[in-house]
């Protein structure tokens, strides 16, 4: 094992494309045309190796064209969700044998051949989920480090591991696969999340009913069938598309699920966690829940702060990706000396931002993900024009799409709803704080702890918010956005989740279980 680690380079994320070069952009350009020339493509879910069809289907559609089919997906019933489940047990019985290399290099080649297709997965993002060029880039890189770290991290627990010795016993500790898991991703990281959670599943020797959302459907398909192309077995991953509400809670209930990976909203992850949690007959362990859940991200912006770098890092974290992040910053709360300029040049730096269709490089913002969302930032827009001053947007944007303008509110309250409760959309709370001590009390007023950042200039009021700022991902004078894989192991405190770290050195131990083994000697 040590030997096959050190042949191994030693991990580094994945560069992220800027499309400046006209190589770059003629290959996204094709990539987004090959993608527009299968508007009728049809995926079938597959249930141990099999293609199978569903009763009913359903349209994956352009949140910026609605009116364009991305891809048709069967809509699976309980039964088949049941042979999903079935079919994942029995490939346990194999692929949780299988050496620990085998299924590290499964990775590898995943990752290799994510490389090579890299422009069709971005064209996807593009197309099914209304990223830009450059988030549907970042999307897929972290894709690719997730293969490749978690390959890492595996051939690293692999093996006996050494206890504590005892004169005449042998002794060790080894980690084993839990069983089979669901494995329920996100539309808005589409691929690198659903990449990141189904590969440390699978890695560690578990089998996977996953189950997408009915957002990105298309591109879990495609994600599946790489699998199956470089090697993957028959059942270890098993793709289920449908409504969550028709499918959803049978998988979490089922008695021979053993864990379930999750991402997504805070009342979507205490009802899995809730159903987890009772015992089914035939049911003979206690489930295990991984859980990322929702966020309400707070910059605070210190008097002493670069409010240019300031403005820059709220403005980017705000409304990168639509705010449609859990990490997005949702409110940026402001020491008093220096609220009135950062809002003037946040105003004007807000109207920079260029809102359409991100099949087109020019345009930093796509649309929200669907009809509902765009209705329900839009009545938060609403109450936000009850409970502070509008600065910016406010509107539905010009298109076909669900276009939403990158939205300003200033003079919220602390204990507002624009304050408190999650958005997902472009709509921006400032907040004024009368000083620092103010300041780090309103960023930990939510029930929320996932994201946070502070600019200032400081290193005593940097060194308070290390202690005091109760966040799982902490950023100092830089967005709260933008984790790395490695870098920034993910994931954050109270009702935004389970404290897993996704990307960290501790994450695959949410995958396994730890076995100590005691041979009597001499």
């Known amino acids: 094992m040590a030997t096959l680690i050190a042949e191994i380079a030693p991990f580094a994320n994945e560069p992220i494309l800027t499309f400046r070069d006209e190589e770059s952009k003629r290959a996204m350009r094709e990539a987004l045309a090959n993608a527009r020339r299968a508007p009728g493509a049809v995926y079938d879910l597959i249930i141990g190796g099999k293609r199978v069809k569903s009763p009913k289907q359903f349209e994956s559609r352009n949140p910026a064209k609605p009116s364009e089919v991305v891809g048709t997906v069967q809509s699976a019933t309980v039964e088949q969700a049941r042979e999903a489940v079935a079919a994942a047990e029995k490939a346990f019985a194999t692929w949780s044998r299988v050496p620990a290399s085998q299924r590290a290099d499964l990775l590898f080649k995943a990752a290799a051949e994510v490389r090579r297709r890299r422009y069709e997965f971005d064209a996807l993002l593009v197309l099914e989920v209304g990223k830009s060029w450059g988030e549907a880039d970042g999307d897929t890189a972290e894709g690719i480090d997730f293969l490749e770290y ?15 010795p005892i004169k005449g016993e042998k002794n060790g500790m080894r980690y084993i696969p839990l069983g089979v898991g669901v494995v329920v991703p996100p539309w808005n990281f589409a691929f690198a999340i659903l990449v990141g959670m189904t590969a440390a599943a699978i890695v560690t020797g578990n089998t996977v009913v996953l189950k997408p959302s009915s957002d990105s459907p298309v591109i879990a398909a495609k994600f599946v069938e790489l699998l199956e192309n470089v090697g993957m077995p028959p059942g270890v991953v098993n793709l289920v598309t449908g409504s969550g509400g028709a499918i959803g809670d049978e998988l979490v209930k089922h008695p021979r699920v053993r864990f379930i990976a999750f991402t997504g909203s805070k009342e979507i992850g205490l009802r899995v966690n809730q159903l ?93 993900v669907n009809e509902r969302s765009l209705q329900k930032i839009m009545s938060y827009v609403e109450q936000g024009k009850k409970e502070g001053r509008l600065v910016s947007g406010g509107q539905r944007a010009p298109g076909d799409g669900w276009f939403a303008q990158p939205t300003v509110f200033a003079d919220i309250p602390p204990d507002g709803k624009l304050a408190q409760e999650e958005i997902f959309g472009p709509v921006l709370a400032v907040i004024k704080a009368k000083d620092y001590d103010q300041a780090i009390e309103i960023a930990n007023n939510t029930e929320f702890g996932l994201t946070g950042a502070v600019y200032s200039r400081d290193p005593a009021k940097l060194d308070r918010a290390r202690e005091e700022f109760h966040v799982g991902n902490l950023y100092l004078n830089r967005k709260c956005t933008g984790a790395m894989v490695g870098a920034h192991p993910f994931g954050g405190f109270n009702m935004s989740g389970t404290d897993s770290k996704a990307g960290g050195p501790d994450y695959l131990l949410l995958f396994m279980q730890a076995k100590s083994v005691s041979e009597k000697v001499g």
Request: aromatic letters at 8%; one cysteine or more.
């Open 150 to 164: 978690y390959a890492r991290e595996m051939l690293r627990y692999d093996g006996v591991h050494p206890v504590t």
């Open 276 to 368: 987890a949690a009772e015992p089914r007959p035939g049911q003979i362990w206690i489930k295990r829940v991984v859980a990322e859940m929702g966020g309400k991200d707070s910059i605070v912006v210190a008097a002493d702060a670069d409010l240019d770098a300031a403005v820059e890092g709220v403005a980017q974290a705000a409304y990168g990706y639509q705010g449609q992040k859990c990490s997005a910053c949702s409110r940026a709360i402001v020491e008093a000396p220096v609220y009135d300029e950062f809002l003037r040049k946040l105003e004007e730096r807000v109207k920079t931002i260029t809102v359409g269709d991100p099949a087109e490089p020019e345009n930093y913002m796509g649309p929200v």
